[in-house]
């Protein structure tokens, strides 16, 4: 059992920077990859970035040059850095974390609102 919980979001304008935030307990040694998703209003939920337990990283077209994924693994914590905010990040952001044998456990999400 793995629990991931998000902070970080809020309000921003265009442009702006947030850092968002993921807290994982519980069997933390049973992880393996971690990554980001996000779901924005009337689409389905899509891969941000994904960073491996040695810290490979993975970004969706979208965001790449702009978001910075990363991990602290003696703290157990996921980080995304997000620079240069544009309206079409807007959405709530989902934590993930994939078991040593492919069980993936999700946070309950945080929620990222950009205005232009």
């Known amino acids: 059992q793995v629990q991931l919980v998000e902070s970080g979001g809020g309000l921003v304008q265009a442009g702006e920077s947030l850092r968002l935030s993921c807290a994982a307990s519980g069997n933390i040694f049973s992880i393996n990859d971690m990554g980001w998703y996000r779901q924005a209003p009337g689409k389905q939920r899509e891969l941000v970035a994904t960073i491996t337990r040695g810290g490979s990283t993975n970004y969706a077209d979208s965001v790449k040059g702009r978001f910075t994924i990363s991990r602290d693994n003696a703290k157990s914590t996921l980080y995304l850095q997000m620079n240069s905010l544009k309206p079409e990040d807007t959405a709530v952001y989902y934590c993930?974390?994939?078991?040593?044998?492919?069980?993936?456990?999700w946070g309950q999400g945080t929620q990222v609102t950009v205005s232009s």
């Open positions: 993930n974390a994939v078991h040593l044998v492919g069980i993936h456990y």
